[in-house]
């Protein structure tokens, strides 16, 4: 009986069994999509022998697991063995032709696909390229504050992937074809991104989010990275301050930055942003000198505190530290002085530039020990031309007399030693101090002889007020 079923059973060819394969699977695989049975349902579809309807299978299941609550936790899971590329085409595609502010996130949902893969390089480069896709968006929308958080986000999911990868392969790549065609340049002016040359090649594709063969790539490195977020964090901070930093065309250079840190007084900021973009803090030195003046010169604790923003008692260096608000204003810029320039370093620029803007306020101050002894110490002649250079002649000759008989004791220790030791003097400045001093003895003298003159010829009081003012 059993031979007799076999030769009555049909014999089909073999191309229609697969077709009948084809479209049982593909029907299966519909019918678990429906019943939300997603793991049966991959595995219909990777069953399929059709090549064509898998791919067909797999963006529709891309677009259900990516839509639907828990899909994405899913979408990780599953192995896709053959087909990453292809999701990651199907991803890459959705993410830059849909809404960057609605859900799902595309780029995200990429972002998340290589994290679980442990791609991390590639994870980095999904979340650069929302940022910029966000940079152009802000020209366009009117919610900037929003964009900006989450273009903090994303750039911030990018420094995390990039500090992964091994520092040889800590960049990411973005095609200027692309760049122009999302407005990225318009983009860079709007959000006050640095202006900084980067590496430009030509390369082939560089993974499969890349769309074209040849195209002319900028390199993005970690660092680039780095102050494209800091820049941002800087303009959602001070924005909270300076609501204007929340509108569309706002173009904010790294100066500005500093300089909008400085005016509300989060000196710890401002360092360490200059530090991040490679800036001079000779601004925020200067400005915390005349801080440090203005606050000195106001005698009532009470209206020290008015006078200064809260944000300035913050700042790391004296936010524990007791005493009047001058004192620890001045603590605070020796706090940066030695943080930025150690003690045993020859080179005091910051230190004298400090010096220079006390000597030259016009509150007559005077330096204290802690900065003129120091400076004494490595920087004499410097420290006694800036003396002379703004008018305290006094002040000069005193730092240069110390600094002649530190030389005298050096000799006299070496030749108690018995040892040999070349110590020069500085004659040019000796003799340029001499004649300064000589100069303002001439003048001195003359100013005496007026106000003497004034008194005997009956002067009035405010004549003899303005000679007595050319004696100082």
Known sequence: ?????????????????????????????????????????YMAMMANPDQEQKLDCLRHLTSVLCEREGGVATLCRLSFPGLHE??????????????????????????????????????????YQYARRLSALMLQSGDVARILLEQGQALLACVNGLSLVDAQYAWVVVGRQ??????????????????????RIAIGRYDTSSSSQGQDIDIVELADVRREYTLCMARITLGA???????????????????????????????????AFGLRLDYMLTTLAKKCLELSATHSAKVQREQTPDAFWDNAGIRECTGTPSERAWRLLRHYLDLEEPIEQSDQRYRLLVADTILGAECDSVLAPW????????CPQDLVRLCLRNGCVTEGAEFLLQH????????????????TREVWLPYQLLDQTMGILDDAVVRFEEAVDKIKDAKKQGGSDSDVKRLKSLLK
């Open 86 to 127: 292809e999701i990651e085409r199907n991803l890459l595609f959705k993410a830059r032709h849909s809404d960057l502010l609605a859900k799902p996130n595309y780029f995200r949902i990429l972002y998340s696909f290589h994290v679980y893969r442990g791609n991390y390089r590639n994870a980095a480069s999904a979340m």
């Open 371 to 378: 900065l003129s002894s120091l400076l004494l110490r490595r």
């Open 404 to 419: 002649i008989n530190t030389l005298r004791q050096l000799v006299a220790s070496t030749a108690a030693a018995k040892t």
């Open 241 to 275: 301050t300076f609501q204007e930093l929340f509108s569309r065309n706002v173009l904010l250079e790294p100066e500005d930055v500093v300089a909008l840190y400085v005016k509300t007084g989060m000196y710890d900021n401002a360092l360490s942003f200059a530090k």
């Open 178 to 199: 692309q760049s122009a065609a999302e407005g990225v340049e318009a983009a860079d002016a709007g959000d006050g991104c640095v202006r900084r040359k980067r590496r």
């Open 1 to 41: 009986l059993q031979e007799d079923a076999e030769r009555e059973a049909p014999v089909f060819p073999a191309s229609v069994r697969r077709e009948w394969q084809q479209k049982l699977w593909f029907k299966i695989f519909h019918a678990e999509i429906e019943r939300n049975s997603y793991e049966q349902a």
